[in-house]
């Protein structure tokens, strides 16, 4: 059971070039979730989805659009990459039980570097 | 504003002493509580919630958590640290209601250091 997989694990960007980051769970999640994660700030929620065909900003969404196509793909595009982009992304799953929401599941994460 | 704090931002303890992690909350009722472990170039793991319930709530690998309503509090423990331990821990609160979007909001992180 792969669980939460990101694609790719490393990127290096030059300023103003763009990019897809793809995310991809197995476990039929409804939500799906992208964090960034910067030193002393923990995790910040950039997008998210709670079913396909919709998405929604999170605290950080400038700079970032994504997509969710399929159930179990949520994809984080930048257009034009900016320095103050380098950080590592995280993506999660999580699924509405049927009185609670449960934990979410993340993936390995992707280092993205904007030079 | 919702808000983790986790005051300690670095902690350094000897292996086989015991650890706590602090974490305090604000939120406007009682949320979902969290504590995951990242290790160095990894994902992040789940070690234990809190739902409901009684307020002692036991995780994996050893760690065990304290849900204190009166002080808004989630502190993390462990009665002896073992060097595989070293990480980073972030505390985390969710919404508690069913249909919500299950975001989360976390803490700074606390790096823990073991020392041989």
């Known amino acids: 059971n792969a669980g939460v997989t990101q694609t790719p694990k490393f990127r290096v960007l030059k300023t103003g070039q763009s990019m897809t980051l793809l995310c991809a769970q197995d476990?039929?999640?409804?939500?799906m979730y992208w964090y960034r994660q910067d030193p002393g700030m923990g995790l910040r929620l950039i997008h998210y989805?709670?079913?396909?065909?919709?998405?929604a900003k999170g605290e950080v969404p400038d700079g970032y659009n994504v997509s969710r196509l399929k159930k179990q793909n949520f994809l984080l595009g930048l257009e034009s990459a900016a320095p103050s982009q380098t950080s590592v992304y995280f993506c999660?799953?999580?699924?509405?039980?049927?009185?609670?929401?449960?934990?979410?599941?993340f993936g390995q994460g992707t280092r993205l570097t904007v030079v | 504003a919702q808000s983790v704090t986790q005051p300690d931002i670095h902690i350094t303890v000897s292996e086989g002493a015991s650890l706590e992690l602090r974490c305090n909350y604000s939120?406007?009722?009682?949320?979902?509580l969290f504590w995951y472990v990242q290790s160095p170039g990894q994902g992040l793991q789940l070690l234990l919630k809190?739902?409901?319930?009684?307020?002692l709530v036991q995780g994996i690998k050893g760690f065990e958590a304290e849900f204190k309503r009166s002080q808004s509090s989630f502190n993390l423990r462990k009665p002896s640290v073992h060097w595989s331990d070293a990480a980073e821990y972030f505390c985390?609160?969710?919404?508690?209601?069913?249909?919500?979007?299950?975001?989360?909001?976390f803490g700074q992180g606390t790096t823990l250091q073991v020392k041989p």
């Open positions: 999660a799953s999580s699924y509405p039980g049927r009185t609670r929401n449960t934990e979410a599941f």
């Open positions: 476990m039929n999640h409804e939500y």
């Open positions: 989805s709670v079913g396909e065909g919709t998405t």
């Open positions: 939120y406007g009722a009682t949320p979902y």
């Open positions: 809190y739902f409901s319930g009684d307020t």
């Open positions: 985390a609160v969710g919404a508690p209601k069913a249909g919500n979007t299950g975001k989360l909001i």
